[in-house]
């Protein structure tokens, strides 16, 4: 497997800042939330009227060299969780683990990766995403 480079600058802080911003303020409803685990659990994917939270630019940042992020607050059974998914541009690679960690911090994660939820979600035939889901008490 190749090396994996990222760069993270103010600029990428300032939006990463912008979408935890836009993310509380949209806060996924549990209804929501439970709905869309029973289409995917009955594989009948997303509803039509449902516009997938990283097909929204307000959700989405791209880190330089080729990496891309999606983040939302969303209400589930256990309490309000803070749900990151992160993609590598190369088809079948998986981000590196520390870059991953890198891009908690930027979304003000608490816990270590491996502390947390974690979970790999195809995103295209040929790419995959890790998702990381952690219960906040606040934000």
Do not use: W
Not at 46 to 60: A, E, L, M, Q, R
Not at 76 to 90: N, Q, T
Request: hydrophobic content about 40%; aromatic content about 8%; charged content about 25%.
């Amino acid at each position: 497997m190749g090396k994996q480079i990222m760069l993270i600058d103010e600029r990428i802080k300032a939006r990463a800042k912008e979408i935890i911003d836009h993310a509380k303020a949209n806060i996924m409803p549990l209804k929501t939330v439970m709905e869309l685990a029973k289409q995917v659990r009955l594989n009948n994917g997303y509803p039509n009227s449902y516009v997938p939270v990283g097909d929204n630019p307000k959700h989405v940042i791209r880190i330089p060299h080729g990496f891309r992020a999606v983040f939302s607050f969303e209400q589930h059974p256990e309490g309000l969780v803070a749900h990151l998914s992160v993609s590598y541009r190369k088809a079948g690679a998986m981000p590196n683990p520390h870059h991953v960690e890198a891009i908690m911090n930027l979304f003000d994660f608490e816990n270590e990766m491996y502390d947390c939820t974690i979970g790999f979600e195809p995103i295209s035939d040929k790419r995959n995403a890790v998702n990381i889901l952690e219960v906040r008490n606040e934000i």
